[in-house]
């Protein structure tokens, strides 16, 4: 039975490792908004976990651990998620007429939209495909309005990446909001 240790850990002691947190983060993810969710993630474990920091321990050290974790944890989820994401998309291309018009530009955004993080599709679909105002996606999420403008933002620019990748580009369907051009 472990025995937790009574930390005299404070919220100002981790906001304190912040930079080195996020230099680290940035060095592993090689993306600033990935980096920035590893270290809000980080920062959230740390404090439902600063119970168990030893106060002989290396503060830094700790939290860089802490950082690392949420990292290959990313990474494994991320994985796991494409492969459900591929899953997800050949099934949906089960129910379309082989013969259909515009059957590879549907398998293209239904690949597209799949492959978006979890976070990012869920605030895309609740306000692209259900029709709920930024306020309700805000309150089903249970996250602040500024997050969910910032995620559908994020989901946006991605499939406007996407589809800016991809050899053929389409005028049947565009990626609205943003800085989307006619």
């Keep these: 039975m472990r025995i937790?240790?009574?930390?005299?850990?404070?919220?100002?002691d981790i906001l304190h490792e912040l930079s080195a947190m996020w230099r680290?983060?940035?060095?592993?993810?090689?993306?600033?908004?990935?980096?920035?969710?590893?270290?809000q993630d980080a920062v959230i474990k740390a404090l439902e976990?600063?119970?168990?920091?030893?106060?002989d321990g290396s503060?830094?050290?700790w939290l860089l651990a802490i950082v690392h974790n949420s990292f290959v944890s990313s990474k494994r989820r991320e994985i796991a998620e494409s492969k459900r994401d591929a899953r997800f998309a050949d099934m949906m291309m089960d129910h379309l007429e082989p013969d259909q018009e515009y059957a590879e530009c549907l398998r293209d955004v239904a690949r597209a939209f799949a492959a978006l993080p979890d976070h990012q599709r869920a605030v895309l679909h609740l306000i692209a495909v259900e029709g709920q105002s930024y306020q309700e996606a805000a309150a089903i999420l249970d996250v602040p309005i500024g997050t969910v403008m910032s995620r559908l933002s994020r989901a946006r620019a991605t499939?406007?990446?996407?589809?800016?990748?991809?050899?053929?580009?389409?005028?049947?369907?565009?990626?609205?909001g943003g800085r989307d051009v006619d």
């Excluded at 937790?4 to 100002?12: G, I, Q, T």
């Excluded at 060095?27 to 590893?38: F, G, I, Y």
């Excluded at 053929?168 to 990626?175: A, M, V």
């Design 4 to 12: 937790p240790f009574m930390s005299n850990l404070r919220p100002a």
């Design 49 to 55: 976990k600063r119970a168990s920091f030893r106060p």
């Design 59 to 61: 503060r830094r050290g």
């Design 24 to 39: 680290y983060a940035r060095s592993l993810t090689r993306n600033e908004q990935a980096a920035d969710d590893v270290v």
């Design 159 to 176: 499939l406007r990446d996407m589809q800016s990748e991809t050899d053929k580009p389409s005028r049947e369907f565009k990626i609205i």
